[in-house]
DNA sequence: ACAAAAGTGTTTGATCTACACCCATGG
DNA sequence: CCATGGGTGTAGATCAAACACTTTTGT
């Protein structure tokens, strides 16, 4: 191994393009883990493959780029495209790079994933592209290595409790139970709603309004608000919102 | 936008040999943030450019993947190559892919970063590579993103403090005085060493031994290890270790 | 009037922070 | 014997967890 230093660092050491022009190139592609909260379950997006190999299996949206566009566009424009949705929340993952993690030949994959509100969403075209939205604990077999990043993702998302994430995933407007369903959904597990209510609105991030929301109670629960401006500035302050 | 949308999927779903071929490759790179604590203080090795463009300019150590090594083995191996170092903690940090980041060519890179301990690597080599390992605060300036890199490493590695990031960065044995410093210096400041300590010692991972060292005062301080079998069973039940 | 969901406080133990002195040794 | 760095404990504040009843209102 010894022999390959020079070799080695004359590869990454100069960047004159006739040296590039050496490399072997390699196709790359985005796939995105898209999460959807419907006011009661945290769930997946998936995709039918229309085509073989694999035809009818479910599977991640993804794509590969373009020369023109870098990751995080290119998964914004793949999301808009199949979903209709922009300005969506996209946080990359990790890469993907086996070898023969694709039958196809050598992809590598830079998995993003991504929230959004279920209602808002205009996920009409959905159906037609055979999408479909899953619980988590009913997430069918999905090609190539699609569990394992939605495994990751699901893992990152529980470590990720400690932002505001809701802010993606909920309205406008929402209700204290609206918002401790979601956690107890991300993190399969129930949350004693006293001591989830104190934490939640000590942080100082959330605006009671004088509205209520009847739809899943008599009483009516208030809606609440977040304050944008607040949680802007307490991410410039790297502030850790602790949930 | 809207025509787009079957262009994409019809991309994205099939993944038959003949499709792939149509798409155009890329060039793909890593990079490594390789962080070396001396027992006194964080450092970051960096190298020199050898050839043109940007000759003599500091610059991350990096290559071009292969076809038949995945992400990982090829930081790996690059590592090796350049520092001698195996069996060296790597971990992926984020992919950086804007058209222009390269001037030589579109090129992504994914940037891993590295925890080595000083002393025992044989580093002896690295002069003669013109490398050079240099304080946190004293970085020059570096080539195309390799700055930006080395801020989220940074930044990353602040955040993974509950984890035993130790565990990588010192020797075998190694003292409470010196695993104070080494956390004092990846965040740039002080702690009450009568916290630290406590702290650090409820966690139960550290095994005290009955030696002494005492390179750095007249009394000696006792040498700890780590309990490896404990930080293992621990990470499996996904543990937090808060310093 | 009652079922169903929303809302509310207190106590206990754990953890975090701030803080200052004695100890062991080599020179 | 003294300068240097290593080692130790406690009190007050803050935070997390456990726990049960009252309120509102549509039917």
Redesign the interface.
């Known amino acids: 191994?010894e022999k390959?230093?020079n070799n080695?660092?004359?590869?990454?050491?100069?960047?004159?393009?006739e040296?590039?022009g050496e490399?072997?190139?390699?196709?790359?592609a985005v796939d995105c883990i898209v999460f959807g909260f419907d006011g009661k379950e945290l769930k997946l997006l998936l995709?039918k493959?229309?085509?073989?190999?694999?035809k009818g299996a479910w599977?991640l949206?993804?794509?590969?780029?373009?020369?023109?566009?870098?990751?995080?566009e290119s998964a914004e424009?793949?999301l808009?495209?199949?979903t209709g949705l922009d300005q969506v929340y996209l946080q990359?993952l990790?890469?993907f790079?086996?070898?023969n993690r694709?039958?196809?030949?050598?992809?590598?994959s830079?998995a993003f994933y991504s929230l959004i509100q279920l209602k808002k969403s205009k996920t009409d075209k959905l159906p037609h592209?055979e999408a479909r939205w899953f619980s988590l604990n009913k997430i069918p077999d999905l090609i190539l290595d699609h569990q394992q990043m939605v495994e990751e993702a699901i893992k990152e998302l529980r470590k990720k409790g400690n932002q505001p994430i809701g802010f993606n995933l909920l309205p406008e407007k929402f209700t204290l139970p609206q918002i401790q369903v979601l956690y107890e959904s991300i993190y399969q597990k129930e949350f004693d709603n006293r001591n989830f209510r104190k934490k939640l609105l000590s942080l100082g991030i959330l605006i009671k309004t004088d509205k209520k929301d009847k739809s899943s109670s008599k009483k009516g629960a208030y809606l609440y608000e977040f304050n944008k401006e607040k949680i802007e500035k307490m991410a410039v302050e790297k502030y850790d919102f602790g949930l």
Chains 1, 2 share one sequence.
């Open positions: 191994m390959s230093i080695v660092l004359s590869v990454n050491v100069s960047e004159a393009t040296v590039y490399q072997k190139k390699i196709l790359v995709f493959r229309k085509v073989e190999p694999l599977s949206i993804g794509a590969f780029i373009k020369e023109d566009m870098n990751l995080e424009k793949i808009f495209e199949s990359e990790k890469t790079s086996n070898v694709d039958s196809g030949g050598r992809v590598i830079v592209y």
